[in-house]
């Protein structure tokens, strides 16, 4: 894969914090001696297009220990606001002084670099305002893989126009809603893997995520999402146990709060 190199710095922000309603302290989960937090970081770190790692956490009481890990880590992190997610993206970006934001989501313990740097690239090699692998809906890649690519410019700009709770929680959707505004691309596969789901939100996703980490983990570190894929097409069974999971039950509900 050809890498654009580019005068500017680059960095992954990593969203987590410990109050998951749906799954409490789910990126603290340990599996094959490390947690999932943990797994994401180290299969993210050698990418080839991001200079800075950077976890975002929140102010609160119960994130003091993702803060503690980190600086055990020496991993870059910040704190900010809980529930508006767009400024703690912004004050991030501001304190490391980054040019490009990939945004990451710590429920997604499997993205690899190599993925990574695909979204990356292209938006790097594009005149594109903001790239992803999930948005414009409908998607190919599988649920718990996602990327979000944007600049710093467009970062500030959703910070100072976006308004309601959806665009503030959600830090992008100020930008997807306006498509006739801005330059979207989204990157597919060549199949639809839509239907695979290796997001972590339910007990049921850590338990899928634990049985794909235990049985690739030791044999290989930078095991696929299609190492995954073919294992849950052979074993339908296992692929089962999160299946019947509606996706972005959490956006819907930030729905309902701005008809508030």
């Known amino acids: 894969m050809e890498i654009l190199r580019v005068e500017c710095m680059i960095g992954a922000i990593i969203q987590a914090r410990m109050g998951s309603s749906r799954l409490p302290g789910k990126i ?31 102010t609160n009481k119960e994130d003091d220990i993702i803060e503690e890990f980190c600086i055990r880590k020496n991993i870059l992190y910040y704190r900010g606001s809980q529930d508006d997610l767009l400024l703690r993206y912004k004050m991030a970006a501001d304190l490391f002084n980054l040019d490009v934001i990939v945004r990451l989501t710590s429920d997604t313990p499997i993205l ?43 970062l500030d700009e959703m910070h100072e126009n976006s308004k309601k709770p959806s665009e503030r929680e959600h830090v992008t959707f100020y930008v997807l809603s306006q498509p006739e505004k801005y330059n979207i691309i989204r990157v597919d596969l060549d199949g639809d893997y839509s239907k695979f789901r290796f997001n972590l939100d339910y007990k049921e996703d850590s338990q899928l995520l634990k049985i794909l980490f235990e049985r690739f983990y030791e044999k290989n570190k930078e095991f696929t999402v299609f190492d995954c894929i073919e294992f849950l097409e052979k074993n339908p069974d296992i692929r089962k146990i999160n299946s019947e999971i509606v996706p972005f039950q959490g956006i819907l509900k930030t729905f309902d709060e701005d008809k508030k």
């Open 28 to 58: 603290m989960i340990n599996v094959c001696g490390k947690t999932f937090l943990e797994h994401l970081i180290e299969r993210i770190q050698d990418s080839k297009t991001i200079e800075k790692v950077i976890v975002a956490t929140t």
């Open 112 to 154: 690899e670099k190599k993925l990574l740097d695909k979204i990356v690239n292209v938006f790097i090699n594009n005149e594109s305002d903001f790239v992803s692998n999930v948005f414009p809906l409908p998607r190919t890649y599988p649920d718990g893989v996602n990327v979000e690519v944007f600049s710093k410019k467009i």
